[in-house]
């Protein structure tokens, strides 16, 4: 644990004042270090009030690279790419930079259930939480949802942690040790942060275990075609769990008859998966996945079972909003990309008309030809990166439209929707091009349902 101190000699810069950088920094406060925040953008009044609270110097709209040079070590935001002009500068001075999830690490003695995959990662991380929490356990949530990991830890004491973590906030970790780490799959996703390489991107995926030792335990998808491929190059010494459809073996899960017969320790277990809120074949994987790692947790299978039913399904993951006049309403804004979108239009059972669009990452969306043309009746596109959606269905698609507002995407959905239709918003894309996250996206896909069809 290098970096841990116990006096204010060390200057501790922290780059981005979000979610991650306003923890990490009542963190650092919390252990008498000289802290500084430098946001290159406005900070939102929210976080700028809890750092005026917490006495912590700050500085918004722009960084001052000689003060960052001053500092022992810095911690860096997810948000900032490594190309940041900020970060290239600081790189070549040597300066050391890590994540929020590492600094975090290094100040709590719990045990860390970490979740990451390019798809099901919330999922997964939340569906563990569920039953560490019913099970009685002091865990805390965090990481990519909820409050940050480094805050919890500051403001909290729990025994465990069940964290979903990013490619980008592995991407600065040098002792960041789950005792449990999940890979759920790895499909091209934010290529753009990753030079248009999925090797590049998958390394980053597979830093969540390069630090277990044999004490550890590694649950991946034994199905996921780029985890095996790459697995093969790289080294870990943890107990590896697999789980996967078409394997039956001591590690593996399986769906029989809407129940998960689960075999583990040469003991045959059957959970009810029937009765959970979960739609659509990739949910079954992520029970896989989160049954084996709660297990590991020691939750018992009586209690697991218990719980399952009481899991609610993700918001903005294929999440119902309403059926209204026989014409389902779902929004699943979280799919970020063509796998995550893929799964959803996998999962309908009734002719869709398709929300979709944003910022391009690099998305190739041929794997979603056949899906489209089999169940999409219409595509409405959202935002002003539309061409490549034009190119790739035009003539797979009847009708294609485009939107600039949601409002304007969910009025024309609405006129073309009948009895026993469904309405999905799965844009496949990032979403910064209209809306602030993806959160604020399917917000405001749910109150144009709600002003334009619950209301009517």
């Given at each position: 644990m290098p970096y841990m101190v116990e006096n204010n000699n060390m200057k501790i810069a922290i780059l981005g004042a979000a979610e991650s950088g306003i923890g990490a920094?009542?963190?650092a406060k919390k252990n008498q270090a000289d802290v500084w925040v430098s946001d290159a953008k406005m900070i939102s009044e929210t976080f700028k009030n809890q750092l005026i609270a917490e006495n912590i110097p700050f500085e918004e709209n722009g960084h001052t690279t000689a003060k960052l040079l001053e500092a022992d070590l810095i911690i860096k935001s997810p948000g900032i790419p490594e190309k940041a002009e900020i970060i290239q500068a600081l790189r070549l001075e040597g300066k050391k930079i890590i994540s929020e999830i590492e600094y975090a690490s290094l100040y709590t003695n719990a045990k860390i259930i970490a979740?990451?995959?390019?798809?099901?990662k919330t999922t997964v991380t939340s569906l563990v939480y569920h039953m560490l929490k019913g099970a009685g356990y002091s865990v805390g949530l965090g990481g990519n949802i909820g409050q940050s990991f480094a805050y919890q830890v500051a403001t909290q004491n729990y025994d465990w942690y069940v964290l979903e973590v990013s490619s980008f906030q592995l991407d600065d970790i040098n002792k960041f040790r789950p005792y449990i780490a999940v890979l759920t799959n790895i499909t091209p996703d934010h290529l753009d942060r990753y030079e248009y390489k999925l090797e590049k991107y998958a390394a980053s995926k597979f830093n969540i275990a390069k630090n277990q030792i044999w004490t550890d335990y590694f649950i991946y998808n034994r199905e996921d075609a780029v985890t095996m491929q790459e697995m093969e190059k790289y080294e870990n010494s943890a107990k590896k769990k697999h789980f996967g459809m078409k394997y039956i073996s001591v590690n593996t899960h399986y769906k029989v008859d809407k129940k998960l017969i689960f075999t583990y320790l040469n003991k045959k277990q059957a959970f009810n998966f029937g009765e959970m809120q979960l739609v659509g074949k990739h949910n079954v994987q992520n029970v896989m996945a989160a049954i084996m790692a709660a297990q590991l947790a020691g939750v018992k299978a009586e209690t697991i079972q218990h719980l399952l039913p009481s899991f609610a399904s993700i918001e903005h993951r294929i999440e119902k909003v309403t059926e209204k006049n026989g014409i389902l309403y779902l929004n699943d804004s979280k799919a970020t990309n063509t796998d995550?979108?893929?799964y959803a239009l996998d999962a309908m059972e009734r002719p869709v008309i398709w929300i979709a669009g944003g910022v391009d990452k690099g998305n190739d969306y041929?794997?979603?030809?056949d899906l489209a043309k089999q169940k999409v009746k219409s595509l409405i596109v959202l935002?002003?990166?539309?061409e490549k959606w034009h190119q790739s269905f035009s003539g797979i698609v009847p009708t294609i439209e485009?939107?600039?507002?949601?409002e304007e995407a969910v009025q024309l959905a609405v006129k073309q929707a009948n009895t026993g239709d469904c309405v999905l918003l799965s844009p496949c894309c990032a979403s910064f091009d209209l809306f602030k996250n993806y959160e604020d996206r399917g917000k405001q896909f749910k109150l144009q349902v709600e002003e334009l069809i619950i209301k009517s």
């Open positions: 920094a009542i963190l979740i990451t995959g390019s798809n099901g995550s979108a893929f041929s794997s979603l030809i935002g002003p990166d539309k485009h939107a600039m507002s949601m």
